[in-house]
Nanobody, 122 residues
Framework: QVQLVESGGGLVQPGGSLKLSCAAS????????MGWYRQAPGKQRELVAS?????STVYTDSVKDRFTISRDTRTVYLQMNSLKPEDTAVYYC??????????????????WGQGTQVTVSS
């Protein structure tokens, strides 16, 4: 019942910027944390950044000082500046949510967006 819709990907030149967004909708739930992962062809999926309900953030070393994660109630954003070719990947939104009603109330679930392509090339 929970759906994540991503947007904001595209083609950008090295040094350029993009802003990704991910909106969560569906049944009643609370969000513990939201984050962004990325996966390049032939490579393992990796965590890019995450943010908790309280606003605490973490970043992988390769994007520190270039990317910024933020959120409102049910939307998470990733501002990407000074993009490099090695940032090219499919970016996936992830949400750690807890059901607040129904037979599964109290159980945590892990949801994923459909992915959005980010290509950094001249």
């Amino acid at each position: 019942q929970v759906q994540l819709v991503e947007s904001g990907g595209g083609l950008v030149q090295p040094g350029g910027s993009l802003k990704l967004s991910c909106a969560a909708s569906g049944s009643i739930f609370s969000i513990s944390a939201m984050g962004w992962y990325r996966q390049a062809p032939g490579k393992q999926r990796e965590l890019v950044a995450s943010i908790t309900h309280g606003g605490s953030t973490v970043y992988t070393d390769s994007v520190k000082d270039r990317f910024t994660i933020s959120r409102d109630t049910r939307t998470v954003y990733l501002q990407m500046n000074s993009l490099k070719p090695e940032d090219t990947a499919v970016y996936y939104c992830n949400v750690d949510a807890t059901a607040t009603s129904g037979p599964h109330a109290g159980r945590e679930y892990d949801y994923w967006g459909q992915g959005t392509q980010v290509t950094v090339s001249s």
